[in-house]
């Protein structure tokens, strides 16, 4: 079983970027209607929902953080 990571945040957002990278290699050789659509009705909302997503979790996260750290004794 893999480790649980520390912050699922930074997690999600090294995720993002494999996807994001992915998504630039295959750009170039699909360039047909289809591609256009699936950038546009799907990978863009979903990379946008993404990263919103994340923000708020990153917000969450610290918060948590500080939460954690003022109450320790």
């Known amino acids: 079983m ?11 957002d090294q995720h993002l970027r494999l ?4 998504w630039e290699r295959v750009v170039p050789s699909w360039r047909d209607g289809m591609a256009r659509h699936f950038g546009t009705h799907q990978w863009t909302p979903l990379r946008d ?3 919103s997503y994340l923000e708020a979790l ?13 109450t320790e004794y």
Do not use: Q, T
């Open 2 to 12: 893999p480790p649980v990571p520390a912050r699922p945040d930074r997690d999600g």
């Open 19 to 22: 996807l994001e990278d992915a």
């Open 49 to 51: 929902e993404s990263r």
């Open 58 to 70: 990153r917000a969450m996260m610290d918060v948590l953080d500080a939460a954690e750290r003022d």
